[in-house]
């Protein structure tokens, strides 16, 4: 084989495992995905006929009628709460629980999963997000940090 086609064939190869290990994340994806909402809904009270209903289903719009309305007033009034804690700064706020109501009332509502955590997203670090919303001209106090055996000046 000459060195042109030993070339094309290792990058078709390698488009072939980059797709299938697309497709199994995906998979993978779609079955923590599912366990989560499962979760949740148990959480929130579903008996075990219902969760088996919705995890039984391929899309939210697959959902008996009456099953899609009561999950959906159930994740609404979740959020609402959850909400309310966030602001309040409650100690009972879980933000993890937050982030499974959303992603389920946004498979509810049929809009696509919104993943973050993958590698070569546009995601920048803390420091910089926090650096776009500090006020020109005003610097940053920061307390003195202690080393070890010793105490901060109060």
Avoid: K
């Avoid at 072939?16 to 199994?24: E, I, M, N, P, Y």
């Avoid at 929130?44 to 039984?56: E, R």
């Avoid at 719009?61 to 999950?71: G, Q, S």
């Avoid at 309310?84 to 959303?102: E, F, K, Q, T, W």
């Amino acid at each position: 084989m000459d060195e042109t086609g030993s070339d094309a064939l290792e990058a078709a190869l390698r488009a072939a495992v980059a797709r299938h290990r697309r497709q199994l994340q995906r998979e993978a994806d779609q079955r923590t995905e599912a366990f989560e909402r499962r979760f949740l809904l148990a959480r929130l009270g579903f008996p075990p006929c219902d969760l088996d209903a919705a995890a039984a289903v391929p899309a939210a719009a697959a959902l008996p009628p009456e099953l899609r309305r009561r999950i959906e007033q159930r994740l609404t009034t979740e959020a609402e709460r959850l909400l309310r804690l966030a602001r309040a700064g409650s100690a009972r706020y879980d933000l993890n629980r937050h982030i499974a109501v959303h992603r389920s009332l946004g498979w509810l509502q049929g809009r696509p999963p919104q993943r973050h955590d993958r590698p070569g997203d546009d995601r920048q670090p803390g420091r910089a997000v926090n650096a776009q919303f500090r006020r020109p001209g005003r610097p940053r106090r920061r307390t003195p940090r202690s080393g070890p055996g010793e105490h901060a000046a109060s």
